[in-house]
């Protein structure tokens, strides 16, 4: 069964800290890696990564792939009271016909003043 | 905003009732899915829908159905509820093929 692992499972930081979350998956016919922002109410989305070791930046974020050992990193720095949210991975894969994504449970980021 | 809307926002309702929840998807987007969200569970595929065909099932009970109709919209059917269903619904839409998904704001059913 297609797993996503999330770590850690939340996080309090004070702001200007930099922080990493942690994604790892195990995806038959893992194609990309997408990461989300959810604040109150739907998932935005952030990044997504196809190709390992190629760096993605937004900012203060930056994602990274490790198709090797499975695993993917979201990097904020600097962070602010507004990075506060739940941040989501999900391995994506070609269905019939389709296109799905699993999801992690997901890493609650609080950033306090 | 992302384009996708559903409705309703919220929605409570008794054991053994049920309910049609309904997204339309952005412009454009032929690719419908429905998530499921709990709090102790993360998001739960349930199900896909590509130009008004059923193209993949995931933790979906059988209880509920849903459908894409000709004009891409799509319902979700939930009947016989219990109080385990209570929880956020998301639609999603997409263009198709590899790609992000778009999520509406959720439908949040409470069951008492």
């Known amino acids: 069964e297609d797993k996503v692992v999330q770590s850690p499972l939340s996080l309090v930081v004070h702001e200007g800290d930099t922080v990493t979350l942690n994604c790892s998956y195990e995806v038959t016919n893992f194609r990309s890696l997408l990461w989300y922002k959810q604040e109150k109410k739907a998932p935005t989305f952030l990044f997504m990564l196809t190709s390992s070791g190629i760096e993605k930046k937004s900012g203060r974020l930056s994602s990274i792939l490790d198709k090797k050992e499975l695993f993917s990193i979201l990097n904020i720095t600097a962070t602010q009271t507004g990075d506060s949210a739940v941040y989501l991975c999900a391995g994506g894969y070609p269905g019939a016909g389709s296109y799905q994504l699993t999801f992690g449970k997901g890493t609650k980021l609080s950033v306090i003043p | 905003d992302s384009g996708v809307t559903q409705t309703p926002k919220h929605l409570i309702t008794a054991t053994g009732q049920r309910v049609t929840l309904r997204c339309s998807p952005r412009s454009g987007d032929l690719s419908v899915y429905w998530y499921q969200q709990s709090l102790d569970q993360g998001l739960q595929f349930l199900i896909q829908y590509y130009n008004g065909e059923e193209r993949a099932k995931g933790n979906i009970l059988e209880r509920f159905s849903a459908q894409q109709f000709p004009d891409l919209h799509s319902e979700l059917n939930l009947s016989s509820l219990e109080l385990g269903d209570s929880a956020l619904y998301f639609c999603?839409?997409?263009?198709?093929?590899?790609?992000?998904?778009?999520f509406g704001e959720g439908s949040r059913l409470t069951v008492l």
């Open positions: 999603a839409s997409s263009v198709g093929g590899v790609g992000e998904l778009f």
